[in-house]
């Protein structure tokens, strides 16, 4: 039996704690299900600072410290591994989810407390490791999906870890090693919705893994099938994504049934009134599955008495829930079917009103698409909420103008998060030599700087710098196309570009080798 310590790193300081993880919840139950000692310390939900954090490690003799989680809780995975390595010198560290698997060999580098890494999924991998560790042996190569340390220090990799097909065969998360009580339940309460906003009892799902769509600007981090190892300049392997045209995707869910199981499960023991579905995009789902998956899901929902039943008081019975959707995918009757069922929002990621933008983010959305899913979901009853993004390799004046058109036409209060290539994206790919000149060659530096891109780390923007952006979007918000106007004129005599002319000075940097800006 492994005594092990799993610790949900802290995600940004200035949001609350809202969401139990639930990819270390669910290895949490999975690393018990096979006999191991299991504690959780959740950093992002307590945020009591190092001298805890020094007593919870000093706490056991941990034979393991696992942590894990995206990109932009590195500044905090760094600093919980450099302690954890200080007071237990003697445990193994491992480091999962997307952080490591969009670089893992630079992870390992720059975070050298770091024994291994989970690349890709962990559901088979994370269990071979403990038992492992257990047996008191490390033959590390022979299980597959690891990145590790040799005895003499070089990094390694074992070979790739294929996707676990059969998710049914999971257990549900345990939240019970997490403060939901204490800390996630009352802070419950969601924005994007009236029921949301008066939602007192939330927790999350992952109900699939995977996504069909190419978005450039997204990241898979290897649960869509797109991950593979290539050998770089140097001969040394790496973990790549997402190649321009070089795509495959794996699309995953659960079953209706063992969702709908679960939530009854979740409704029963913890009393919940609302469900966030975290999933990529609801609506892969139920076209991979023949149009069934979600109308299923929503029929079993009525049938276990999950639907909501509005009370005298103006409260409710039952579930409320939202997610993801997106803008081509979604039909009129699907929606009215999922608010029957009590689904309250969907968040779309329109990221541009603009087509000639649209046209080359890899969205397979169109302006048509965008306007009336808009309404599609607005007639069935379901809040749309848009995320948009400003700052794309070939935004221009026209792009900004034909998305504040858009705002003030359709009646959307937004502000655009900035393009941002982070790591397992396309266009992380693509850009990686301009992120560096950036950054004076400091990749780290870069990732230490990434948050939720409601800031400007890097642009990739052909037009703008990161002043002009910053201000665009400002007048943008604004609605002030006077302002705008008057940008242009400067912008176009510091570029000569002649009135009437595009204004662009963009080049396709998948076409073109190397990428210029003047």
Known sequence: MTKLLLVNPMVRQEDDPKHVPYGIALLAAIAMDHGHQVQVYDENAWRLGEDTLREVFDAEDWDVIALGGITTAYNSVKSIVRIAREVSP??????????????????????PEVDIGVVGEAFITFPELLAMIDRGEDNWATINGLIYRKPGGEISFSPPRDLLMDLDSLPY??????????????????????????AT????????????????????????????YEADDNGDMQVAFDQPGNYTRTVRYHSPEYIVKMVRHMYDKYQINFVTFLDENLMTMHRYSRETWLTEICRLWHENGLAPVQKDDGTWEGVHWGGTSHASLCSQEILKTMRAAGCSHLVYGYESFAPHVLKTIGKGATLKHNVRSFFWTLEAGIRPIPNLIIGFPNEDFDSLRANIDAWDKYGINVKPHFATPYPGSEWFTVYRDWIMEQYDGDLEAYIMDLGDASDISVIISHNFNAVELAGLREMMVKSDHRQIDMYEKIWRANHNIPDGAPSTIFEDPVKKKSTKVA
């Open 90 to 111: 003697d445990a193994t560290i491992v480091l999962g989810g997307g952080i490591i698997t969009s670089l893992p060999r630079e992870m390992l580098t720059w975070l």
């Open 173 to 198: 998360p345990a939240w019970d090693l997490f403060p939901i009580e204490e800390v996630y339940l009352p802070n419950s309460m969601s924005l994007y919705s009236e029921e949301g906003m008066l």
């Open 201 to 228: 009892r939330r927790l999350d799902i992952n109900a699939s893994y995977g996504c069909s769509m190419i978005c450039r600007y997204c990241y898979h981090l290897g649960i869509a099938g797109d991950m593979r």
